[in-house]
């Protein structure tokens, strides 16, 4: 099967646009299209290896007040996530806000500060250990990424094929964060807030 990805910030107009099926963030509900979460998420925080270590190590949670507090458009999610581990988060609001969640990510990875990340866009830094959860604290999100198409082109057979082999994929990322320990700290977790992210 050939592919051609195309990575855009609007929702695919499928009447309209040369595309069989598309990854959109969101609740889910979108009328006309079938669609189909491709993974169960959290946010939480995720930093470099580097800075478990050193002088100014993160050991505890209120550490995280010693770095800069990388931000994915707004600070409401780092509030929410500060206020639920009973850090007070009042005038915290150091370090850059950045409005791609992939940018946010290579901060954290260059050791640049400290970062709320949902599960699916940090799965293969955390698997390859370029990113660390120093706390396990985590904020469930109400808004996922979803696997979408229109619902009278669901079932052909590229389009089932390829929906499968995402979620399988997204499925094996899971299976490897739960080897690696993380998904069984995540069940005994105390989740916080709720994040409309």
């Not at 458009?73 to 996530?81: E, G, K, L, T, V």
Request: hydrophobic residues 40%; glycine residues 8%; aromatic residues 8%.
């Amino acid at each position: 099967m050939d592919l051609r990805v195309s990575a855009t910030m609007h929702h695919v107009d499928f009447a309209r646009e040369e595309v069989d099926l598309a990854v959109r963030h969101g609740d889910g509900n979108w009328p006309g299209l079938d669609t189909v979460r491709l993974s169960p998420e959290q946010l939480f925080a995720v930093c470099s290896p580097k800075l478990l270590s050193g002088r100014r190590r993160l050991e505890r949670p209120t550490d995280i007040l010693k770095f800069p507090l990388i931000h994915l458009d707004s600070r409401a999610d780092w509030q929410n996530w500060l206020q639920g581990v009973g850090i007070d988060w009042a005038g915290v609001t150091h370090g850059p806000v950045l409005n791609r969640a992939s940018t946010v990510i290579d901060a954290a990875v260059n050791g640049q500060g400290v970062a709320l990340a949902r599960t699916t866009l940090a799965a293969w830094d955390l698997i390859n250990g370029r990113l660390v959860r120093p706390f396990p604290a985590s904020i469930p999100v109400s808004r996922t990424y979803w696997i979408v198409c229109p619902r009278a082109t669901a079932t052909l057979p590229k389009i089932a094929t390829f929906r499968e082999w995402l979620l399988a994929d997204a499925s094996s990322d899971l299976g490897r964060l739960k080897s690696l320990g993380w998904t069984s700290k995540a069940s005994k977790q105390r989740e916080v807030g709720r994040a409309g992210c």
